[in-house]
């Protein structure tokens, strides 16, 4: 089984500042990474897949980078909206692992 | 317009086996490189994968977990069904289902783009 390590697990920033998450992937899982964002008592939103690509109708302030093991996961110019949990899964075999999550918060 | 929806029960009492079924609309599970799968959530926790189902029928599960569960798809009825047994409180949180697709001629895949709004799963006696 793929293993995926997220950091850091909380992260606390102030609006608009720039925000950065890694994931790691415990063998190359090529691109096949995704990035979402959930709020409390909601599905997982789909933000980023393939790594890099945005999905549809996410701003553009996201992004992700990365591909094999290492893969980093970015919000630019944080809003307050943006207050939720972010995770990772890749999708290269099963089991299709998540990552831990990070928690972030406002200062 | 693609969704999905679970349903199921509440509350199940520690031993039993727990039924959930994911109902969508907007895609077949017949089309090629198709997939429903399933992720929980305890309360609190992080989100984990538990399993698919292919547009072949085919299946595949959470290593940790593939003793207990089995996933079946209606594909007449657009539903897929997960069973899960000798449940325990561990197993508590909220069961989502999603899809997966795989473009089988480039190799591309789409996976985790929608999902239900999620069953919570209590299990207590």
């Known amino acids: 089984d793929i293993q995926m390590t997220q950091s850091p697990s909380s992260l606390s920033a102030s609006v608009g500042d720039r925000v950065t998450i890694t994931c790691q992937a415990s063998?190359?899982?090529?691109?096949?990474l995704n990035w979402y964002q959930q709020k409390p008592g909601k599905a997982p939103k789909l933000l980023i897949y393939?790594?890099?690509i945005l999905e549809t109708g996410v701003p553009s302030r996201f992004s992700g980078s990365g591909s094999g093991t290492d893969f980093t996961f970015t919000i630019n110019s944080l809003q307050p909206e943006d207050v939720a949990s972010y995770y990772c899964?890749?999708?290269?075999?099963?089991?299709?692992?998540f990552g831990q999550g990070t928690n972030l918060r406002i200062k | 317009q693609v969704t999905l929806r679970e349903s199921g029960p509440a509350l199940v009492k520690p031993t039993q086996t727990l039924t959930l079924t994911c109902t969508f609309s907007?895609?077949?599970?017949?089309?090629?490189?198709?997939?429903v799968t399933w992720v929980r959530q305890p309360p609190g926790q992080a989100l984990e994968w538990l399993g698919l189902?292919?547009?072949?029928?085919?299946?595949r599960y959470n290593t940790s977990l593939r003793t207990r569960l089995s996933i079946s798809g209606d594909t007449s009825k657009n539903q897929v069904v997960l069973t899960m047994t000798n449940m325990g409180p561990a197993d508590t949180g909220t069961y989502f289902c999603?899809?997966?697709?795989?473009?089988?001629?480039?190799?591309?895949?789409?996976?985790?783009?929608?999902w239900g709004q999620g069953t919570m799963v209590t299990v207590s006696s």
């Open positions: 999603s899809r997966i697709q795989k473009d089988a001629s480039s190799g591309n895949v789409k996976a985790f783009d929608v």
């Open positions: 907007g895609f077949s599970l017949n089309t090629l490189g198709m997939c």
């Open positions: 189902i292919d547009w072949g029928a085919d299946t």
């Open positions: 063998r190359d899982i090529n691109k096949y």
């Open positions: 393939d790594a890099s």
């Open positions: 899964q890749h999708y290269d075999n099963v089991p299709y692992n």
